[in-house]
């Protein structure tokens, strides 16, 4: 093994042990987000829907949400671990739980890993001016796409993006659309290869 290889095992470790008093919240949520039962994706996306409607309706200052938002995180943060030794026992814990809690942790190990790659080539390496010049038009874009659309609204929707986004490719579904426009893009190059012979 490299050390590169070490490191990133230790940080899995090291990750895995602090998620440690939240593994029955992580995998009864990751069953839910990734639709192990059809109608978890109607859940997920009422709840979601249920939670901007009440924003929407309370119409909150940004400090106001911000404060009840950092409250209800650290509320969470500490409920969660105790209801969850109350819930269940560490004898109900199994092997197929574990290997879920340990693929969870994978994948929260590998988007943090992601996010720090990006953040360093984005933030501390010199970049080339194209970079600089494509990065600022999309996020010039993403401004005025604010300044036009109910910002609530975009968070709504990106909110629902997030949360469905594992369910949709446990599901296979972008599998299944990929595979007809390529097969359209394919029909269209043949039909174009045999017009012009």
């Given at each position: 093994m490299t050390t590169m290889q070490v490191d990133q095992k230790r940080a899995l470790i090291k990750l895995k042990h602090e998620l440690e008093p939240f593994r029955n919240a992580i995998v009864g949520a990751y069953g839910v987000l990734t639709w192990e039962k059809q109608y978890y994706a109607g859940v997920v996306f009422g709840a979601i829907s249920i939670m901007y409607l009440l924003l929407w309706y309370m119409d909150l200052s940004f400090i106001t949400l911000f404060s009840l938002l950092a409250l209800l995180a650290f509320f969470m943060d500490f409920v969660i671990p105790m209801l969850s030794r109350l819930v269940s026992s560490g004898d109900k814990w199994d092997g197929e739980q574990e290997a879920k809690f340990e693929e969870v942790c994978g994948q929260l190990y590998s988007i943090?890993?992601?996010?720090?790659?990006?953040?360093?080539?984005?933030?501390?390496?010199?970049?080339?001016?194209?970079?600089?010049?494509?990065?600022?038009?999309?996020?010039?874009?993403l401004a005025w796409i604010g300044a036009i659309i109910n910002n609530l609204l975009l968070m709504y929707c990106a909110t629902v993006l997030v949360a469905m986004w594992p369910g949709l490719n446990e599901k296979d579904v972008f599998k299944g659309l990929t595979q007809k426009v390529s097969k359209i893009i394919n029909e269209k190059i043949q039909y174009g290869k045999k017009k012009l012979q």
């Open positions: 943090k890993s992601s996010i720090a790659e990006w953040y360093d080539y984005l933030f501390k390496e010199r970049k080339p001016t194209m970079v600089v010049i494509i990065i600022s038009m999309g996020l010039l874009a």
